[in-house]
């Protein structure tokens, strides 16, 4: 932890007196981080920002709140706070992460800081990196998240991506920092929670200082990633100008910078969303680009549409009235029809707006979509299978929906679930086993 603190006092170019933000929930990582940044503020004169978000989802938020702006009150750091009072209907972490970054630049310009310091460390470096590759990515995608960023007015910097939770907490044990502990980062509902209590500390088993070569691994694909940038970018006026892609031309190039072309693409206009992006999103695009259908529209997470028409393609957040989809369901999706189908934990519903499956009998990752000629569903309670063009039919449901009424199938192509409508035999009962549960409101 010596080297952090080093890193911080020298290697930033820190000067007397200047402003720096350092994002704190109060728990051992943050507060680690936000004491040694006190540390070097008393070296430098510095004003130290602690910018502090309440998310208002659990009870113990105003207590640590208070339990934060008490430590900056003794240790003379300015204390800045905000809390989210209601959220929209987007996906919940990606909504909280994108509210509390926005803050945090505020906070940043308001004070005219040029870092915004994040207590990001080796495990959650590796964590990141192992659940997109199983989840698929970009090649920056893969590389998790850098040491520094630039954001053109200011930087964010993570000084303990190089060491581990265990230093973190022997920090702060040695140090005799308080903190506070969120109940929620245990329960394995959620995924970084199995990545970080699971699959992590077996890898550690092979080799205690793995961090560091998941940190290797980490600058190099970014190297790699910048490389081909700079290609890509030699190009990128002539094949994708105002951001209108030429598919003629895109269609002449090797397809490894056709596929960066595509991340470019998925990159510019999800910018800090992009972890709703995987590899299936690209290969959707892709194959849309080379196939011979002239006219197609994909949608794709966040309300955002993929319209190829004859030569041209875009990507684009305005609503369109028709047109063929397919979206993962990962935690919450945004319909075209305006309705939503997200992942649940718990429901006490039994209609045909709430669908429950084993994921043993399915191939994941599930999948939404429009409907397409010959699909069939096998309805639970029925021998056979039936037309979902007869569903719809005989549930009346008019000409004009049926176009981008959703279809719910796993990756192998079996429909398990037509929202609202009808249920597949894959359907569980309540006193059935499932592990999986979507509602569709």
Known sequence: MQEVYEYILNGLNLKYGDSVVVAVSGGPDSMALLHMVSKVK???DLEVVCAHVNHNVRRESADEKVFVEKFCKKNNIVFEYMKIEEYGDDNFHNEARSRRYNYFSKIVKKYKSSYLFTAHH???LMETILMRIVRGSTLRGYSGFSKIVDMGTYKIVRPFIDVTKQDILNYDKKNKISFVTDASNEKDVYTRNRFRKYIVPEIKKEDIKVHHK???????LLEYNDYIDRQVKKIIKEVYPQ??????KFLELDKVIQMKIIYYMLEHIYQDDLMLITDHHAQIIYDMLNSKKPNVTIYLPNNIRAIKTYHTFILTKKQEVNGEYEIDIMDFVNLPNGKNIEVVKRSSLTDNNVCRLNSKDLVLPLRVRSRRDGDRMNIKGMLGSKKIKDIFINEKIPTSERDIYPVVE????????LPGLKKSKFDKQKDEKYDIILRYY
């Open 122 to 124: 080796g495990d959650d």
């Open 214 to 220: 998941f940190y290797k691994f980490s600058k190099t």
């Open 42 to 44: 008393k070296a430098l």
């Open 243 to 248: 951001g209108v892609l030429n598919i003629d």
């Open 410 to 417: 796993d990756s192998s192509g079996k429909i398990v679930w």
